[in-house]
């Protein structure tokens, strides 16, 4: 008699409904992502660097989504496996995220330029702020999964990122580490 809502496995973000969507982003796609070019070159195009599960859900003014991100482990030359990265084309616009499975870091970064890095793991929840781009980084050896939930109108504005974001991480002596880098 009650209604069977969709669920999600927060063992690793994959959803059970009837309806999902899924979209996986390959090498190929993030063309001028990675600093290293001459690796990225290297990487068939058709190697899949994450997927995005979304449930269907209303759309409009007051709506929410719901998706998982699943981000493969792996680099490009030195540095880490990461998604494209936006600010929302509704600038103001927030989002949540909760990390799933995996490790990693949500790189943020707002209008002025400036980053800072948050870690992901299991449990962990993130404000992204209006006004913020944001970018998943899969620093571990599994898969990373984040649960995020945005307002549908969100949308999505990439170009205003094309100077990149002001920090990239990348594997340097064994460790773990964020660089600066000059933008523009
Ligand atoms: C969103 C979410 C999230 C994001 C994915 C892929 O606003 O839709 O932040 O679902 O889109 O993690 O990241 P890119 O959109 O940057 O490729
Ligand atoms: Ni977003």
């Known amino acids: 008699p009650f209604f069977m809502p969709p669920g999600v496995a927060f063992t690793n973000g994959h959803f059970t409904a009837e309806n999902i969507i899924t979209k996986v982003t390959h090498s190929g796609d993030l063309a001028g992502i990675f600093h290293d070019q001459t690796?990225?070159?290297?990487?068939?195009?058709?190697?899949?660097?994450?997927?995005?599960?979304?449930?269907?859900?209303?759309?409009?003014?007051?709506?929410?989504?719901?998706?998982t991100t699943h981000l493969n482990p792996g680099r490009v030359g030195d540095e880490f496996y990461m998604t494209r990265g936006h600010f929302h084309q509704r600038r103001e616009q927030g989002e949540v995220y909760f990390g799933l499975r995996g490790s990693g870091l949500l790189l943020l970064q707002n209008e002025q330029g400036e980053a800072r890095l948050e870690e992901v793991s299991p449990g962990s929840v993130h404000i992204i702020p209006g006004l913020t781009a944001h970018?998943?980084?899969n620093t571990g050896t599994e898969v990373l999964s984040a649960l995020a939930v945005w307002p549908s109108i969100?949308?999505?504005?990439?170009?205003?990122?094309?100077?990149?974001?002001?920090?990239?991480?990348?594997?340097?002596?064994?460790?773990?580490?964020?660089?600066?880098?000059?933008n523009g």
């Open 135 to 137: 970018r998943l980084i």
């Open 154 to 182: 969100a949308g999505h504005d990439y170009a205003a990122l094309a100077q990149g974001f002001a920090l990239r991480v990348v594997l340097h002596d064994g460790k773990i580490q964020a660089k600066e880098v000059q």
């Open 39 to 67: 690796a990225w070159r290297a990487i068939p195009s058709e190697t899949p660097i994450y997927q995005v599960e979304m449930l269907s859900s209303a759309q409009g003014e007051g709506e929410l989504y719901v998706g």
